[in-house]
């Protein structure tokens, strides 16, 4: 008997974002606080459909086949619990922006892990959920657990954190993308000036207080992507006249936000940008 499961996938956005070093794998060890923000795909999957796996998406540009990460989360969630799941369609309405930073394609894997746990009545807990994300991208983990968490090593390993406190995010998304296995290597070859404080955040984000959860977002990969775009820097302006407590890229870009404390300013930030953009969203923590 087919049946059709329902979840929202939900972007993040990277508060912080420090980069380690490089590890024997190729890969970087990072230590990012993380956080969903109510930008969301939805996805619909038929399981048991007894026919070949198929995958839709409203945008185009995005892989429809087993390179898509919702299609790896299904076959490494069946996979690891043993399950033949008698054929999957799975469909995405895409609302979060690609090479954006919001890691879109991670929370629609996650989306799939989730929904297919509880259709197989919970048999991993959240924690385990999350770990098998790790087998598909290195954001699927944090994208499976949501909220607000300190994020380290590939993004594998998760703290949660206490909530960020309320308030509106306005995000940009300008057309250029940066690729981020690019970015990676141009960050191996210069010396970070400034590093996100860990310590201070989470004091911050103990504290409830935005003003100062506000005060330590810091991205090490903004300077070096505002550097060869600094159109960046006109969005961060925009941002800052209008009322935002601060403002920076998400992950490795191209996707800016702003942190306010009122839906009204946010509002009006937007308006400021939206001749010259057109892919800007408000949005909560979720
Ligand atoms: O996770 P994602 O597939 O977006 O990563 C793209 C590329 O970024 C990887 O192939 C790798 O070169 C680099 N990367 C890295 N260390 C990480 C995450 C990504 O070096 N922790």
């Not at 974002?17 to 490089?22: A, E, I, N, S, T």
């Not at 297919?116 to 999350?130: D, K, M, Q, T, V």
């Not at 087998?135 to 949501?146: A, E, K, Q």
Request: proline share 5%; hydrophobic share 40%; charged share 20%.
């Amino acid at each position: 008997m087919m049946t059709t499961l329902y979840e929202g996938a939900f972007a993040k956005l990277n508060l912080t974002l420090d980069v380690l070093g490089k590890r024997p794998d190729g890969y970087h060890d990072l230590k990012s606080v993380m956080q969903t923000v109510s930008i969301r795909d939805d996805v619909e999957i038929d399981i048991g459909t007894g026919k070949p796996w198929t995958l839709e998406c409203s945008m185009e540009g995005i892989p429809t086949d087993e390179r898509n990460l919702a299609w790896k989360a299904a076959e490494v969630y069946c996979e690891q619990i043993g399950k033949n799941p008698d054929g999957i369609s799975i469909r995405i309405t895409k609302r979060i922006p690609s090479g954006a930073g919001m890691g879109g394609g991670s929370a629609d894997a996650a989306a799939v892990l989730r929904a297919l746990n509880r259709h197989y009545g919970e048999p991993l807990s959240i924690l385990a959920l999350a770990e098998l994300g790790a087998r598909i991208g290195s954001d699927v983990p944090f994208c499976t657990l949501g909220g607000t968490a300190m994020v380290e090593g590939r993004g594998e390993r998760l703290r949660r954190l206490p909530d960020m406190p309320d308030c509106v995010f306005v995000v940009c998304k300008p057309e250029f993308s940066v690729s981020t296995a690019e970015l990676y290597q141009k960050i191996d070859q210069v010396a970070i000036p400034k590093r996100p404080d860990h310590q201070a955040m989470e004091t911050a984000l103990l504290s409830g207080d935005l003003s100062r959860v506000a005060e330590n977002i810091w991205n090490v990969f903004d300077p070096v992507v505002t550097a060869e775009h600094l159109e960046l820097n006109y969005i961060k302006s925009i941002f800052n006249t209008y009322g935002s407590l601060n403002q920076q890229m998400t992950g490795s870009g191209s996707a800016c936000f702003a942190i306010l404390d009122s839906f009204e300013y946010a509002a009006v930030v937007c308006n400021m940008l939206k001749e010259n953009y057109s892919q800007i969203f408000i949005a909560k923590p979720v």
